[in-house]
Nanobody, 125 residues
Framework: VQLQAYGGGLVQAGGSLRLSCAAS????????MGWFRQAPGKEREFVGS???????VYADSVKGRFTISRDGAKNTVHLQMNSLKPEDTANYYC????????????????????WGQGTQVTVSS
């Protein structure tokens, strides 16, 4: 299984970025896809997730600004980030959780089976 995240970069506050994560080696429709982020000196935190049927949940810190979508034809999940703030600066990771897994709390890292390598997002003030 491989998760390849890409699309990070440097953006000014108030701007937008779209991250993508291409999944291979798994049956995409059997997995919840999640996004987490880790800022320097901080623990990794939940950003949002999307189920196999398209239902999504978000952390309060990004609700209304970030949107997760998935493309089953391309086995890809996207994270559209709008109205970016300097505090959104972090390394962003995508992750995949089997819907048959033991844990069903997809806001926790332990709910996920596979992780991508991360893509850096830097928001300047």
């Amino acid at each position: 299984v491989q998760l390849q995240a890409y699309g990070g970069g440097l953006v000014q506050a108030g701007g937008s970025l779209r991250l993508s994560c291409a999944a291979s080696g798994l049956t995409f429709t059997n997995y919840v896809m999640g996004w987490f982020r880790q800022a320097p000196g901080k623990e990794r935190e939940f950003v949002g997730s999307i189920t196999w049927s398209g239902g999504s949940v978000y952390a309060d810190s990004v609700k209304g600004r970030f949107t997760i979508s998935r493309d089953g034809a391309k086995n890809t999940v996207h994270l559209q980030m709008n109205s970016l703030k300097p505090e959104d600066t972090a390394n962003y990771y995508c992750a995949a959780a089997s819907k048959y897994g033991y844990y069903s709390d997809y806001s926790r890292e332990r709910g996920y089976d596979y992780w991508g390598q991360g893509t850096q997002v830097t928001v300047s003030s």
